[in-house]
Antibody
Framework: QVQLVQSGAEVKKPGASVKVSCKASGYTFTGYYMHWVRQAPGQGLEWMGR????????NYAQKFQGRVTMTRDTSISTAYMELSRLRSDDTAVYYCARGAAVALNWGQGTLVTVSS | SYVLTQPPSVSVAPGQTARITCGGN??????VHWYQQKPGQAPVLVVY???DRPSGIPERFSGSNSGNTATLTISRVEAGDEADYYC?????????????FGGGTKLTVL
């Protein structure tokens, strides 16, 4: 069965960077886009972007352009999302999700807390 | 950018039918997907491409999409359906194609 297993919770200071990983199994990693979506406490879902694991090509939400970098390592079926210049309002649960225009399966989420 | 509008909350008694709407400009021309999210859990896809159900999703969940409104319908509502529901589209109309989510609707089972 499809599984997306994300890295553990992180606590970062303002201005720092965070890199979250998402290890895929149960399907051909290069066959499906990987999205990154975040959810601030008590808020809705916010799309950050997606990566094509086959080509490495990316689409980023305009809000995060210049601050987010999505990469992948096909040898270990893992996608990464790095967010830089963190602010307190970046505190959220970050999800990876498999799919093209629709998120078919989701990771368990990674809580990133930004606090001084 | 494209905007999807959902009612913040919908309430329904057990056994009744819940309808959650998702409004957007000419949304009928796009494919709409719906997710269910229970507290402390990741979202789960319940309807995709307007009206299709992933395997394992009960037939009680259905969807429609026309004009400026898409609708998720949950028949014979159960207590376990209480959750937040989000609609989503892929907007490719601009130079920056993107996933767009609605603001979410909290379904309360009375």
């Amino acid at each position: 069965q499809v599984q997306l297993v994300q890295s553990g919770a992180e606590v970062k200071k303002p201005g720092a960077s965070v890199k979250v990983s998402c290890k895929a199994s149960g399907y051909t990693f290069t066959g499906y886009y990987m999205h990154w979506v975040r959810q601030a406490p008590g808020q809705g879902l916010e799309w950050m972007g997606r990566i094509n694991p086959n080509s490495g090509g990316t689409n980023y939400a305009q809000k995060f352009q210049g601050r987010v970098t999505m990469t992948r390592d096909t040898s270990i079926s893992t996608a990464y999302m790095e967010l830089s210049r963190l602010r307190s309002d970046d505190t959220a649960v970050y999800y990876c999700a498999r799919g093209a225009a629709v998120a078919l399966n989701w990771g368990q989420g990674t809580l990133v807390t930004v606090s001084s | 950018s494209y905007v999807l509008t959902q009612p913040p909350s919908v309430s329904v008694a057990p056994g009744q039918t819940a309808r959650i709407t998702c409004g957007g400009n000419n949304i009928g021309s796009k494919s709409v997907h719906w997710y269910q999210q229970k507290p402390g859990q990741a979202p789960v896809l319940v309807v995709y491409d307007d009206s299709d159900r992933p395997s394992g999703i009960p037939e009680r969940f259905s969807g429609s999409n026309s004009g400026n409104t898409a609708t998720l319908t949950i028949s014979r509502v159960e207590a376990g359906d209480e959750a937040d529901y989000y609609c989503q589209v892929w907007d490719s109309s601009s130079d920056h194609p993107e996933v767009v989510f609605g603001g979410g609707t909290k379904l309360t089972v009375l």
